[in-house]
């Protein structure tokens, strides 16, 4: 029991110490405040002089919202993305999708069918926000980019469904040009050999 009250009155003398300790340091700086201020090591904020005007910050809002306008797809063009995005791949060569952005077509025409099937079943708020380039979490689609430069030329050749056929005819006089020495001569097996 004495020991429990030696123990109460150490720390009681100790916690009466630190604040002793604490308002002799804050009288001491508050005397010294004065002299620091006129010797110039005051905290002092650093001035402001600002390099843009209330007129450039307002242009540049209004060219964002024109940029905008001009970007945003209207709800013909979400309706546009459901219909490709919901047909099947012969019908999607049949739809016009001049009212699209060149950005969203580029994409829309690279995507796969199950992609196309991810899309088709998303809100359209989502959709407008996959066409407007936007973060539109539709989880396994691309991010559309409204800024980047159009293609001019597509990077491979694109194959309608009906000249798949020919294609691989092509492909297969080719192959047996190269193997024949460039002579067209075809040499059919004959049955049993």
């Not at 009466?16 to 905290?43: H, Q, S, V």
């Not at 989880?139 to 798949?164: C, I, Q, S, T, Y």
């Not at 047996?176 to 059919?188: A, Q, V």
Request: glycine share 6%; net charge neutral.
């Amino acid at each position: 029991m004495l020991r429990l009250l030696l123990k109460t009155i150490t720390a009681s003398l100790s916690y009466l110490a630190k604040g002793i300790e604490y308002i002799f340091d804050t009288a001491w700086l508050m005397a010294l405040a004065p002299f620091r201020a006129l010797a110039g090591n005051a905290n002092m904020p650093p001035k402001f002089n600002p390099e843009v005007t209330g007129e450039d910050l307002l242009a540049g809002l209004q060219t964002k919202r024109e940029q905008a306008v001009v970007n945003a797809v209207t709800k013909d063009g979400v309706a546009t993305i459901y219909k490709y995005a919901k047909a099947t791949p012969l019908q999607r060569s049949t739809i016009d999708l001049s009212a699209l952005p060149a950005a969203v077509r580029a994409t829309l025409l690279t995507m796969s069918d199950a992609e196309l099937d991810v899309l088709s079943t998303a809100g359209q708020h989502e959709v407008r926000k996959f066409a407007n380039g936007q973060e539109h979490n539709i989880f396994g689609l691309p991010k559309v980019d409204v800024n980047a430069e159009p293609m001019l030329e597509p990077e491979r050749e694109v194959v309608a469904p009906g000249n798949a056929i020919l294609l691989q005819m092509q492909t297969r006089i080719a192959r047996e040009m190269k193997k024949n020495g460039g002579s067209l001569d075809f040499k059919m097996p004959l049955p049993g050999s």
